[in-house]
């Protein structure tokens, strides 16, 4: 591993050390002036994202808002939408929109229907422990005569 100054970066669980590759360009609208990335465990470079966001900041602020938007894109990307004449990125961008629209409806659907379906599993269970209360009520009933007519009876 080259030198750098590692750090460890938790990815769904797992953690990964990393060391310190150095730094990338500035972000143009950006308050943070250096990008870092890493040295993952197979040697691939790791982008991860300096933006001056703190815990207690809000999206409600634009300025937070753009920070985050001017770190999303991994260097590569950035650079290759840089590069885009005015056109081709317009185009682009006219379909990307376009896309995310379709997306969202189609998530809303399919948000919809996974309610459903936990309402639907829901009730089913309300039923299920009401049915298995009914029949715990019966089967209680039945040990009571089963018992007095053993007591009659001996």
Known sequence: ???GKEKELVVSGKKNKLVKKGST???????VKIVESFEGPE???????????????S?????VYAEVLAHFAPPGVRS???????????SRLMLSSCNLQALLAEGV???TKGMQEYE????????MKASMAATKK?????????LSLGKKGG
Do not use: C, L, R
């Open 109 to 111: 659907t399919h948000f």
């Open 1 to 3: 591993m080259s030198k």
């Open 120 to 127: 639907d599993a829901s009730k089913k269970k309300d039923k």
């Open 25 to 31: 360009p500035t972000i143009q609208g950006s308050s």
């Open 59 to 63: 999206f409600k602020d634009p300025a």
């Open 138 to 146: 019966e089967i209680d009933g039945f040990s009571e005569k089963e």
């Open 80 to 90: 290759a939408i840089s590069e885009m004449e005015a056109d081709h990125f317009i």
């Open 43 to 57: 040697g691939e470079e790791v982008y991860v994202p300096n933006w001056g966001v703190k815990v207690g900041d």
